[in-house]
């Protein structure tokens, strides 16, 4: 009879136990499909503004042919749309709270994503014109028009959309 009643005060604890977590889990995937579908959209209007720019440097400063034009503005999209799309979601799942580094989060989360994007825009230049100086060159004139881009995008994109703090799983104190 004791056992009985054991198990049935332990299935009990148990099942409301996993009803705290199953809800826990249905607020942390509500708030990871809200940062998914806002770095879509966010990505997106980013991509328009530095990709625009860089196919007007393609054929300006690297001296793009019209035929090798659709190889560097779709190497270009692909690799941007994943590089921004994927630091944007790291940095916004990564911490729990939208400003981790306090009032320095933004020029962190900028810097970061200039060292990503300055490598991929290095490579691409040297890619297309193998040559160090011109992709260099590229690096540098790109890296000046997206730190514009990507703080613009931000600030809107976090007047528009804001995100809240990302929900933290419960945490369950057993006493004995």
């Given at each position: ?57 393609y ?21 941007s ?49 193998a ?18 881009f ?27």
């Open positions: 009879m004791l056992a009985a009643t054991l198990a049935l005060a332990a299935g009990i604890w148990l099942s409301s136990i996993s009803e705290g977590i199953a809800q826990d889990r249905a607020a942390i995937d509500a708030g990871r499909s809200e940062v998914w579908e806002r770095n879509l959209y966010k990505t997106l209007t980013y991509e328009v503004m530095a990709n625009g720019f860089d196919i007007v440097l054929s300006t400063l690297l001296g793009g042919t019209a035929a090798a034009a659709p190889a560097f503005i779709l190497t270009n999209a692909a690799l749309t994943a590089a921004y799309y994927t630091h944007e979601t790291v940095w916004d799942l990564g911490f729990g709270n939208p400003q981790p580094f306090g009032g320095w989060t933004l020029p962190i989360r900028t810097a970061s994503y200039r060292v990503v994007s300055s490598a991929k825009n290095y490579g691409l230049g040297l890619l297309f014109t040559d160090p100086v011109t992709a260099a060159g590229f690096t540098a004139v790109s890296a000046v028009a997206d730190l514009s990507y703080l613009i995008n931000d600030l809107a994109w976090n007047l528009y959309w804001p995100l809240e703090a990302a929900p933290q799983p419960r945490t369950i104190e057993i006493a004995f």
